[in-house]
């Protein structure tokens, strides 16, 4: 069994953690490679969305080299020896700017978003602070928007891009 503990939000009382039906995790990177196939069912959709910046291959990489921190969102098992239900994955990064560092939410997958999205919002804003962050971003696609406006994000702007046909001459 994977061996991933709860990381405490620090922003809810221990009570509402404890009626929560989900658990956020972050998956200790000696365990990747064991729950990639858990994983990665939930980065598929994302990664392809990156129009050939990421593959699966570059993402699993980037977890193993600590680039990147895979994090799963599961159910309470009924049993302390129960399987994980993960309905949930997504990566994080600490990313450097010149005047400021931001935990960035790189790819994320999953169901019932809604179920869990505060527990996670305040679990990541707790560790982001631990590792001396200012704030997170994320990149997602417009129908992510309604859902994550609710957490308090603003939208800052929006990402254009333009593939080249592989005969275009400029």
């Not at 009382?13 to 000696?30: G, I, K, M, N």
């Not at 990639?36 to 593959?55: I, P």
């Not at 994980?84 to 400021?100: E, F, I, K, R, S």
Request: charged share 20%.
């Amino acid at each position: 069994m994977i061996n991933v503990e709860p990381i405490s939000s620090g922003r809810h009382d221990q009570l509402e953690e404890l009626q929560s039906d989900y658990v956020v995790a972050l998956v200790p990177t000696e365990q990747i490679e064991w729950i990639w196939g858990s994983l990665r069912q939930h980065f598929e959709e994302a990664v392809e969305r990156s129009h050939g910046r990421w593959t699966m291959g570059h993402l699993l990489k980037a977890l193993l080299s600590q680039d990147h921190m895979a994090w799963v969102v599961y159910r309470k098992p009924e049993t302390e020896s129960g399987p994980l239900d993960v309905v949930a994955a997504l990566t994080t990064q600490v990313v450097q700017y010149p005047g400021t560092s931001k935990l960035a939410i790189q790819f994320m997958g999953g169901t019932g978003f809604g179920e869990w999205a505060e527990q996670l919002q305040n679990t990541l804003i707790s560790y982001g602070k631990d590792c001396g962050c200012s704030g997170i971003e994320n990149c997602g696609r417009f129908g992510f928007w309604p859902q994550i406006k609710k957490l308090g994000y603003e939208r800052e702007y929006a990402i254009y891009e333009i593939e080249f046909e592989e005969n275009d001459h400029v």
